[in-house]
């Protein structure tokens, strides 16, 4: 990391030593799909959005249109911005920033976690600054993904039966915990129905039946029965119905 891109960064987390309130989480399934929960997302605290997500029309009923944190990928910034290595690149993400998500957005994202080809990501501080933009780009210090692990672990979430790691939604869930007095979290569903039998996508904006409990990285089914506890327990809401 160069010299002027580590100044550049908060040292302090900008949420020390507060409560974020009530907190939705908005993941990206598709069982928000008709589910007219966007006025009771943006009722809350603060609002946080998962991997660059669209936030715009015909969503915003299920959605919402609050964003106050919003996270990004390594894979996601290669797919979606040509890895921020082209000045269309750059324009496509400050733009698709500010217009999804207002400018006054916290971006984060965990490069450290990772193995090479990170540069898209240690890179957004200065392309937010080279585009006069006031959003603010944290990065995931990655000694707290190593300790998040052991805590799960010696909860009962084993991930060694070659499962590599969290899946980001619940990783950043369990940030959450520690930020949040109340979690209320939408369009986390792994499954391809929902309790109904109706076929759900994966993604709210795509078409796509892949991924869910399908996906190899993850423990998506070990992950979401710890969800259903935490819920069970009173320490967070899962809601995956219809608000209204």
Request: hydrophobic share 35%; net charge neutral; glycine share 10%.
């Amino acid at each position: 990391m160069k010299d002027g891109m580590y100044h550049s960064l908060p040292k302090v987390s900008p949420f020390s030593g507060r409560s974020l309130g009530v907190c939705s989480l908005v993941g990206n399934g598709g069982i928000l799909t008709g589910s007219k929960c966007g006025e009771q997302i943006d009722s809350s605290d603060f609002v946080i959005r998962f991997n660059m997500a669209p936030v715009c029309q015909p969503y915003l009923d299920d959605i919402g249109r609050r964003t106050d944190l919003v996270t990004t990928s390594r894979d996601r910034m290669k797919s979606k911005f040509n890895s921020l290595n082209s000045r269309a690149g750059r324009e496509k993400f400050v733009n698709h920033l500010h217009d999804q998500y207002g400018q006054d957005t916290y971006i984060l994202s965990a490069p450290f976690t990772v193995r090479g080809n990170i540069g898209s990501l240690l890179g957004i501080p200065e392309v937010l600054t080279s585009h006069n933009s006031s959003a603010v780009a944290l990065f995931i210090n990655p000694s707290h993904v190593e300790k998040m692990l052991h805590i799960w672990r010696e909860l009962g979430l084993d991930l060694s039966k070659g499962e590599t790691n969290f899946s980001s939604g619940f990783y950043y869930a369990s940030v959450a915990l520690e930020l949040c007095d109340q979690i209320h979290m939408y369009g986390f569903w792994p499954f391809r129905e929902d309790r109904e039998g109706r076929p759900v996508h994966y993604h709210y904006y795509k078409s796509l039946d892949l991924g869910g409990l399908n996906n190899r990285w993850h423990a998506m089914d070990k992950e979401y029965e710890k969800l259903l506890e935490l819920h069970d327990h009173g320490v967070l809401q899962l809601i995956s119905g219809n608000c209204r």
